[in-house]
């Protein structure tokens, strides 16, 4: 069984002022280094506490009993919400099917 785990990173502040990219979280290797692959389906526009914000949205799919891995995405989303101050960020996770074929 597999997981796919959906990460949201902010573009920019609640003031306009732009984050790093996800890779910029402790550099590219820091999030490579703990997922095999990951696909980033570009900006996408949301509404919060009556605020428009832009997104890159992240998925990841991951083995469900790869319990590390899910570990350091976990502390990975822990350290972009510290990094860009937001008061919280989202995990996701969700099992899913998935097979290579």
Not at 23 to 33: C, H, V, Y
């Amino acid at each position: 069984m597999h997981s796919r785990s959906l990460c949201c990173f902010h573009f920019t502040t609640i003031w306009g002022n732009p984050f790093p990219k996800v890779s910029g979280i402790g550099g590219a290797r820091n999030f490579t280094g703990i997922v095999p692959a990951y696909t980033e389906t570009g900006p996408v526009v949301g509404w919060w506490q009556g605020q428009t914000d832009r997104n890159r949205m992240v998925y990841v799919i991951l083995k469900s009993d790869d319990t590390e891995r899910i570990h350091r995405l976990r502390e990975f989303v822990a350290e972009a919400r510290y990094r860009f101050r937001q008061a919280l960020m989202y995990f996701e996770m969700h099992p899913i099917q998935y097979e290579e074929l």
